[in-house]
């Protein structure tokens, strides 16, 4: 098994950045992709980014590609996402994912899941 910690989410002005981490744990060696999904009140999970554990393989939403960052630390089993210029449409719960193979933008393609962090973008 595989254990996800989020940390790194809070309140912030419209404009500004916040930078959430994923510390893995357990089994860290079956994971090979880890990336970042968000969920809106009332709305479905989405896909945010993701990144293999080299880091040449990477994918964003496009709502959030030039804005968000996710880069991984291996030696630390931590993944992180750099987000700026947040906007209000990007409140939401975020969640980290991981899972063993190739990179998926789909949520049902991933095992293992964290508790989620709350961003909260005020206007």
């Known amino acids: 098994q595989v254990q996800l910690v989020e940390s790194g989410g809070g309140l912030v002005q419209a404009g500004g950045s916040l930078r959430l981490s994923c510390a893995a744990s357990g089994r860290t060696a079956s994971v090979d992709v880890m990336g970042w999904f968000r969920q809106a009140p009332g709305k479905e999970r989405l896909f945010v980014a993701s990144?293999?554990?080299?880091?040449?393989?990477?994918y964003y939403s496009d709502s959030v590609k030039g804005r968000f960052t996710i880069s991984r630390d291996n030696a630390k089993n931590t993944v992180y996402l750099q987000m700026n210029s947040l906007k209000p449409e990007d409140t939401a719960v975020y969640y980290c994912?991981?899972?063993?193979?190739?990179?998926?933008?789909?949520?049902?393609?991933?095992?293992?899941w964290g508790q989620g962090t709350q961003v909260t973008v005020s206007s």
């Open positions: 990144l293999s554990r080299a880091g040449g393989i990477v």
């Open positions: 994912a991981a899972r063993g193979g190739s990179v998926y933008t789909n949520d049902r393609s991933y095992d293992y």
